[in-house]
């Protein structure tokens, strides 16, 4: 089964840190989510990517697809940035048309 | 405003009593989809349906079924409840399954006893 590596599993950062979450994926893909979940809520999608950069305030998020590999960068963090990162991906290929989730990284700013 | 209802947003219920979990979305969407999400275990697709009368199993597809006979509507039907299905359920849209973000509605946590 394809599957989908976040790291890390926790982070705890001081407010104004410059924040990285990794996802790994293992063949190709159609296309990668960034999801955020606060706790206690719903689901935001923050980015899909297939190939390069894309930039929204302050949340980066990049991905390289010869190396299998997408990150996402979280600049000047805040407290409010608390939340659960979730890496999803679109297997392309094989009549595969579902998403594949990571676990999640559980990001806490303290203040 | 572009928004994905589920309904109920919280249910306790006995093995057994059939039930329905709803879901409607107000952007035209192609792609539908429901995910439950357990402690430890993250976010797993249940089904998806790339558009109307069209459905295909997720990673967890055994014990629920779904149906898609229009656009908007992608509702979740859990035939027969077992405590195992006790869970917190999501259902999201986008436009294709490649094509732009998912749109999540605001779950619901189903409790089955």
């Known amino acids: 089964k394809n599957e989908v590596e976040q790291s890390p599993q926790n982070l705890t950062a001081q407010e104004g840190e410059f924040i990285t979450i990794n996802c790994s994926y293992s063949?190709?893909?159609?296309?990668l989510h960034w999801l955020q979940q606060h706790p206690g809520g719903g689901i935001v999608s923050l980015f899909m990517?297939?190939?390069g950069k894309k930039k929204h305030g302050r949340l980066i998020a990049t991905i390289n697809i010869q190396e299998k590999h997408s990150s996402l960068h979280i600049t000047a963090s805040h407290p409010r940035d608390s939340a659960v990162y979730i890496c999803?991906?679109?297997?392309?290929?094989?009549?595969?048309?579902?998403?594949?989730f990571g676990k999640g990284t559980h990001l806490i700013i303290q203040p | 405003e572009a928004q994905v209802t589920q309904n109920p947003r919280y249910l306790i219920t006995v093995t057994g009593k059939k039930l329905t979990v709803t879901c409607s979305q107000n952007m035209n969407h192609e792609y539908m989809s429901w995910y439950r999400q357990d402690p430890g275990l993250g976010l797993r697709q249940i089904y998806y349906s790339m558009n109307v009368e069209v459905t295909d199993k997720g990673d967890v597809p055994e014990g629920y079924k779904v149906s898609r006979k229009e656009k908007r509507n992608f509702p979740l039907i859990l035939e027969s409840p077992s405590p195992n299905q006790t869970s917190l359920y999501f259902c999201?849209?986008?436009?294709?399954?490649?094509?732009?973000?998912?749109?999540f509605g605001e779950g619901s946590r189903l409790t089955v006893l």
């Open positions: 063949v190709g893909i159609s296309a």
């Open positions: 999201a849209s986008s436009l294709g399954r490649t094509a732009g973000e998912l749109f």
């Open positions: 999803a991906v679109s297997y392309s290929g094989g009549g595969a048309d579902g998403l594949t």
């Open positions: 990517l297939s190939s």
